[in-house]
């Protein structure tokens, strides 16, 4: 069993920051890439950042020089500070975690149960 619980969600308004956290939990034997998506009312998930085990990063170019997700393996742990928040930034935010059980068994992706952030004008 694995669990990835999500924290930090909130209200905010335009151009405050927030800062999420994921921690993942369970039987875990390897963690790879880690990340954050987000699901707009009405639309579908997108990507907004991941990070590799070794510490590269991917960001979503409308986060770019916004958002900047970090990961502490000795805790499971992905982050995503979210500064210079806006409107359009409103969605629910999910972690994911690509993991291997046991090293008999294959990668596979786990996701949060999500954390809505809601940015006001």
């Given amino acids: 069993q ?3 619980v999500e ?3 909130g209200l905010v308004q335009a151009g405050e920051s927030l800062r999420l956290s994921c921690a993942a939990s369970g039987s875990i034997f390897v963690i ?5 998506y987000r699901q707009a009312p009405g639309k579908q998930r997108e990507l907004v950042a991941t990070i590799t085990a070794g510490g590269n990063t991917n960001y979503a170019d ?3 020089g916004r958002f900047t997700i970090s990961r502490d ?11 210079s928040l806006k409107p ?3 969605a629910v935010f999910y972690c994911y975690a690509r993991l291997a059980r046991s090293r008999w068994l294959n990668y596979n992706d786990y996701w949060g149960q999500g954390t809505q952030v809601t940015v006001s004008s």
Avoid: F, I, P, R
């Avoid at 790879?32 to 954050?36: I, K, P």
């Avoid at 393996?73 to 500064?83: C, G, H, P, R």
């Fill in 2 to 4: 694995v669990q990835l």
């Fill in 7 to 9: 924290s930090g969600g």
């Fill in 32 to 36: 790879g890439a880690m990340g954050w």
């Fill in 62 to 64: 409308s986060v770019k």
């Fill in 73 to 83: 393996n000795a805790k499971n742990t992905v982050y995503l500070q979210m500064n």
């Fill in 88 to 90: 359009e930034d409103t």
